[in-house]
Each structure stands twice: as C-alpha cells, then as structure tokens.
C-alpha cells in the first residue's frame, strides 16, 4: 500500500478549470467525460495554448462541468452556469478573452446535434494521470514560497501518501503497475511539465519558480502518465497499491 485517492479529477474542456468528481468510471482510453471540448480562436480555429501564449492565460479561471444529461456547461469568474457550446457561451467567453473564440467538441458524440466544426485535441498523451502529495511536497520543499496546489498539474488521481525525503516519488516507478479502486494501471512514463503549471489560477499567482524548480530538480517532470489495464471506478478514499 502506498496511500490512498484524495482527489478524482476530470477536464470535460481542455485548458478550462477541471471538475472534481467523487467517483471517476475509468475505461481504456481513460475517465468518461475527460477532455471532451477545446477552445479555439474563431478566426484560425488555432486551439488555446495557455503554456505558451500570454493571451490564454485566463482560460484556466472558467470553470466547465458535465451536466447530469452529459452536456457541458461553462461558468466564467463571477458569473453563473450556463449550456455549451452555443452561440451565447461562445459570446461570453470572447468577451472575457478580449478576441473572438469558440468551444468546439473534439468529436461528434460529445455534443450530439453539434452543427459547428470539430476541433482535434490539443494534447492527450495518456489516458490517465497520477500524481502524490508527496511529490508537491518534495516540491514545497524546494521551492518552499511555492502554492503547489494539485489544479497547476491537472491530475486524474491525487494518491495520498507520506513524504518521501529527497524524492519524487512515483517518477520512480515508471514500468510498473498501480492499483486503485478497482482498475490497474501501467506507469508509462514522468509527466514533462510546461509553462501551465506557472499560470495563475483562482487561489493562487502566477509563479515562475514553479518550473525552474522541477526543471532543476526532476528532470521537468511531476506526476506520471498510466495506461489502463484493467477498466473500473475508483472512488475518493480508494488504496493504491503498487502490484
């Protein structure tokens, strides 16, 4: 045993504030509801690139959610819920971004009816994402200034787990295999972070020194990426076991 599910996340809109959830239904490609939709200047169709454009920096505070009939709502800063995509939501947001942009599925089942172009995803490079709270505080540690809040690294699973003196934990343990909940996964390999993880975000500012310390420190990397051997749910307070 090695700890236990604390947070069960899940990104219905990539680049958007995630979803907290009390139990994630894992299949294969990964938590349903899981980065269904993505952001895109109107104009190009160029997808948000909040790590590398200043002008994204703010798609990170709207909030998205799955509404009990599976379709996705956005809340702006201050603002209440409210369906999209669709013509008003698309208003909404351009107008907090300060340039015209549009929420657009990345496949027809995620919006059925959806008349607009599809996007392609942005980046997904596993289906499932594991981070420990000992890694963010081996993190602290170094960067003891540092609000390492587990919404800068956009994890699936927060695992719960005692500090490790000197280490990132689970960057260790890649090529083996995690239990939670009922589903098994592969630890494929570290998750190479980018400049998301400095943006500021509802509860905390905007930190350089994120990056730098992890580049410094573990290779730019925190979390690891999973692959799904055995489908299942995990719930908030699951145990983690390496097998």
């Not at 709502?73 to 971004?97: K, Q």
């Not at 260790?172 to 980018?194: H, M, N, Q």
């Amino acid at each position: 045993m090695i700890g236990s599910a604390v947070e069960l996340w899940r990104y219905p809109a990539s680049s958007f504030g995630g979803e907290r959830q009390a139990t994630l239904s894992v299949g294969e490609d990964g938590a349903a509801g899981d980065r269904l939709f993505g952001l895109v200047e109107e104009a190009t169709g160029e997808p948000a690139r909040p790590d590398r454009e200043a002008r994204w920096h703010k798609v990170p505070l709207v909030r998205a959610r799955l509404s009990e009939a599976g379709t996705l709502e956005i809340a702006l800063p201050g603002a209440g819920w409210m369906p999209a995509p669709s013509a008003e939501s698309d208003a909404a947001l351009s107008a907090f971004m300060g340039f015209s942009v549009a929420l657009r599925p990345f496949g027809p089942d995620a919006a059925p009816g959806f008349a607009g172009p599809l996007t392609e995803p942005r980046y997904r490079k596993a289906p499932l994402h594991v981070l420990t709270t000992a890694s963010l505080a081996r993190l602290k540690a170094l960067h003891p200034a540092a609000v390492p809040d587990p919404r800068r690294f956009r994890p699936s699973v927060l695992v719960e787990m005692d500090a490790v003196d000197g280490h990132f934990p689970e960057t260790e343990w890649i090529g083996r295999r995690i239990a939670i909940g009922e589903v098994e996964l592969t630890i494929s390999e570290p998750c190479r972070r980018c400049a998301f993880t400095i943006i500021a975000q509802d509860g905390f500012d905007h930190d350089a020194e994120i990056l730098r310390t992890l580049v410094r420190n573990n290779g730019h990397n925190i979390g690891v990426y999973c692959t799904v051997d055995r489908p299942g749910r995990i719930e908030t307070g699951d145990r983690a076991r390496l097998l």
